[in-house]
């Protein structure tokens, strides 16, 4: 049996409520969607709520799953989403910014940081690194640059203006490369 049947298999145990199927299901997605939810929140007992939330929600509308498409592309989705819902709750970062007119050279300062400076690096530094900026900066990073969100999409989902999202973007990018680079520097 391949992974694709095994994968099969186990949803549709999963469909008619059997423990192990969704025992399974778990095991099987558990690594790849604790990765997603580590990227969302600098901790990792909150990270493991939040990927145990998002399989409630996997279990709970797993009958609306249409294989239309890749399954673990819905997973990730959900996860994504309920980390996201999480971040909206507790918004109480201060540094979300609405006056536009304060970063309107924000493509001059996306410019300046070299998306292969990231590719080079360890990801576990890279990671890290993520899991060290402010919950702002962090979810409409890992939106924009991991998720492929565009702007306008963070800024409804977020309710926060498309300025805003491009300013804690550009900032977001900005922290990272300072602290990637002061990393690097105390390892060599």
């Not at 300025?163 to 300072?178: C, E, P, R, V």
Request: hydrophobic share 35%; glycine share 4%; charged share 35%.
């Amino acid at each position: 049996m391949d992974k694709k049947e095994k994968l099969d298999n186990i949803i549709q145990g999963c469909l008619r409520q059997e423990r192990a199927s969704q025992e399974a299901l778990f095991k099987f997605f558990y690594s790849k969607m604790l990765t997603v939810c580590l990227r969302y929140t600098s901790d990792r007992d909150t990270a493991q709520e939040l990927l145990q939330d998002g399989f409630i929600k996997i279990f709970d509308k797993l009958e609306r799953y249409e294989d239309a498409g890749s399954f673990e592309g819905w997973v990730r989705r959900i996860m994504v989403n309920t980390c996201i819902d999480h971040y909206r709750k507790s918004k109480k970062d201060p540094v979300l910014y609405d006056d536009d007119s304060v970063f309107r050279d924000v493509d001059d300062t996306l410019s300046g940081f070299g998306d292969e400076d990231l590719t080079e690096m360890n990801s576990q530094l890279v990671m890290k690194a993520i899991a060290e900026l402010s919950p702002a900066y962090r979810t409409v990073f890992n939106m924009f640059v991991i998720e492929n969100y565009s702007h306008k999409e963070i800024a409804d989902t977020l309710g926060i203006s498309e300025g805003t999202s491009k300013s804690n973007l550009a900032k977001a990018k900005a922290n990272l490369q300072k602290a990637l680079k002061d990393k690097l520097k105390k390892m060599y």
